[in-house]
């Protein structure tokens, strides 16, 4: 098969199997593994020489770790030392330790056995994070010392990815001679990338800023990751290490949030054609004799590395129920075991059938990991024999014990501590949740009746005297979590008025049915207080400007829907789900629609709004639908885009 021909079977596979996945919920990564195997040589055979491929998928581990680099934050590392060093670094060595030796007992080589305890030390972050900000458990403490954990072994790939090659040494001297010398050059490539991060790299970025082009800022980007790794790598060390440096030096710069935004393109598609590669290697055929032994290695490491978890939290002083949840969260491998797996079976120390069984431990774990992460919590109070909220959380109510017709603030970050100094001021009483821990205690400490916990927690909900409630207020701005808040809610107090803060109104009508009574869209209600202000300072009278925001509202925001598209507007699968825009139509004497009024064109069943017409300079808002449609009319129409293009298609064809 020719060059073109094998990349368009990658692509074409890769397309519709991260469709596949993606709907049914399971990570990209697993898709593109599965598209490897599908192209790959134990597959359908598409490939005939994966090496082509393997130079460029390096550059996806490049940049991967450039952008690890970026969102290291040695500030963060010493805020959170204590779970870092007593969870986090005390995990990795012991499962390593564990892991190796019981490969070298089942008759590994030392090399292979510590590639396998790596491989399996590690966590998924990329997963684990996305599910912990999905279900709002980032800042409970089990979250926090997930994150802890997953710190220190992003840290920890780094050396691992030095060492593995120095492992294919074939003396034991030699080995240690060649790790002596990669620390020496490793200092000194250290020494030169910070000097340059220090003194070089912000004067190049303020001088390419300067310029306003975005293509020369993403080529620069490019060119000092690049730059970077190719110095480690003539120094005999990792290119990953290189671009991990560098990312590291402009993780405090101003440019940190552009440069990863830049990057990210390059580093998405290059890292799914490093992942495609590696699912080339996965031997189907072993994977279909060696069943038992895959669900054996998979039940018992992931065991081992809930237990260790467990242990060493409790050790560090965290609550029991705390320690099983985190040791469920990070349970599975990660993708970072996939690039050993791969550097492992490039350097030859891992052979080709453990590699595979390896990489279908690797794929079931990820897949079984939201399922893990959405049931931790309730787990580990079985495990702990604890109960749902503990008792000393439910009496921590400074003062006012014997609340009634009282306001219940659910979230209380900016938006809920505004809310309550305007209810102090009219002496209005007030209970706060809120599942930040850090954020509770310094309430507490000034006197705020706030408990610490989740506000879909019934007990929670009941110690804050919601039955007494006159109104609950659910401040967080987050949807998903929003709706199971109204849920529990209504389950307890079918009565009591909600009122609900979202960031826009994407999910209005479902927060509704839910049994919110009213949700205010802050981005929208920002838009309505500044006509507002533009209204006033034009000479309107305020009680015209107050009747055309009540009108609004009533209308769920009518007027503050469907807007002409720009170059920036997102246009990515999730936005195009939910967002209504505006088009303009022009009517030529050959259109189907020209002549007919606008009711006979039936719009309202093919979901579009007829905003406007525009008729000879003139504008008529909301058009008669008896108006019959002439030659030169702009018809403007809102809906969402696919919509609106049929829409558009009738109206000038027809059918």
């Not at 004067?203 to 060119?223: I, K, P």
Request: with cysteine; hydrophobic share 50%; glycine share 8%.
């Amino acid at each position: 098969m020719s060059g073109f021909l094998e990349i368009l079977a990658i692509l074409t596979s890769a397309v519709l199997i991260v469709w596949i996945f993606r709907r049914i919920k399971l990570p990209a990564i697993l898709a593109y593994l599965v598209a490897g195997m599908v192209v790959g040589e134990h597959g359908l055979a598409f490939i005939q020489d994966q090496g082509d491929y393997e130079h460029f998928a390096e550059l996806g581990i490049v940049f991967l770790l450039f952008t690890l680099g970026l969102e290291f934050s040695i500030p963060k590392l010493l805020a959170m030392r204590h779970l870092v060093i007593s969870v986090g670094s005390l995990q990795v060595g012991i499962s390593l330790f564990v892991f190796t030796l019981i490969a070298f007992v089942l008759g590994q080589t030392f090399a292979s056995s510590f590639v396998i305890g790596g491989v399996l030390a590690l966590s998924s972050t990329a997963i684990v994070i996305r599910q912990l900000s999905e279900s709002g458990a980032m800042k409970r403490k089990s979250g926090q010392i997930s994150v802890a954990v997953l710190l220190f072994q992003d840290v920890a790939v780094v050396p691992l990815l030095i060492i593995i090659p120095m492992l294919a040494l074939e003396s034991e001297s030699s080995m240690t001679i060649a790790l002596l010398l990669a620390l020496v050059k490793g200092v000194f490539v250290v020494g030169i990338l910070m000097l340059a991060g220090k003194w070089l790299l912000p004067r190049l970025f303020n001088l390419v800023a300067q310029v306003r082009t975005d293509e020369l800022f993403v080529l620069t980007t490019l060119l000092v990751t690049l730059v970077a790794s190719a110095l480690t790598q003539w120094f005999g060390l990792s290119m990953a290490l290189g671009a991990f440096l560098a990312g590291m030096m402009l993780s405090e710069s101003q440019y940190k949030h552009q440069l990863e935004a830049d990057i990210r393109p390059y580093r998405d598609i290059l890292l799914g054609l490093f992942f495609i590669t590696v699912g080339m290697k996965l031997d189907i055929g072993v994977l279909v004799s060696s069943p038992l032994t895959i669900i054996s290695i998979l039940v018992v490491f992931m065991v081992i590395k809930i237990v260790v978890i467990n242990l060493l939290a409790v050790r560090a002083g965290e609550a029991s129920k705390d320690a099983w949840a985190s040791g469920f969260m990070l349970a599975q491998m990660g993708e970072f075991g996939f690039v050993l797996i791969a550097l492992a079976t490039q350097v030859e120390l891992l052979p080709n059938e453990i590699a595979s069984i390896l990489l279908g431990v690797g794929v079931i774990s990820m897949a079984i990991t939201p399922f893990m992460v959405s049931n931790a919590r309730s787990w580990s109070l079985k495990l702990s024999h604890d109960s749902q909220v503990d008792q000393q959380e439910l009496q921590q109510l400074p003062e006012n014990n014997d609340l009634k017709d009282h306001v219940i603030i659910c979230g209380f970050g900016r938006v809920g501590q505004t809310v309550s100094r305007f209810l102090k001021q009219e002496n209005i009483a007030f209970v706060a949740i809120d599942i930040d821990p850090l954020r509770t205690s310094k309430a507490r400490d000034a006197g705020e009746n706030v408990l610490f916990g989740s506000s879909r927690q019934a007990e929670l909900l009941q110690a804050a005297h919601l039955s007494q409630a006159k109104l609950v207020v659910i401040a967080f701005g987050e949807d998903k979590q929003s709706l199971e808040v109204i849920q529990k809610v209504r389950t307890l107090s079918p009565d009591v008025p909600i009122l609900v803060r979202t960031r826009n109104d994407d999910h209005l009508e479902m927060l509704q049915e839910a049994g919110a009574n009213q949700v205010v869209p802050e981005i929208l209600e920002g838009s309505l207080m500044l006509v507002s202000q533009v209204l006033s300072l034009s000479g309107v009278p305020f009680s015209r400007i107050m009747r055309r925001v009540q009108q609004e509202r009533k209308s769920h925001y009518n007027h503050l829907h469907g807007f002409y598209q720009g170059e920036h507007t997102d246009m990515s699968p999730e936005a195009i789900d939910r967002i209504e825009f505006a088009h303009a139509i022009l009517l030529s004497d050959d259109s189907f629609a020209t002549g007919s009024t606008i009711e006979s064109l039936q719009l309202g069943t093919r979901r579009v709004i007829v905003v406007a017409l525009k008729r000879a300079g003139i504008e008529m808002e909301t058009p008669d639908e008896s108006t019959i449609l002439q030659a030169q009319d702009t018809l403007i129409v809102r809906g969402k885009p696919r919509r609106v293009e049929r829409a558009e298609r009738f109206i000038q064809e027809g059918g």
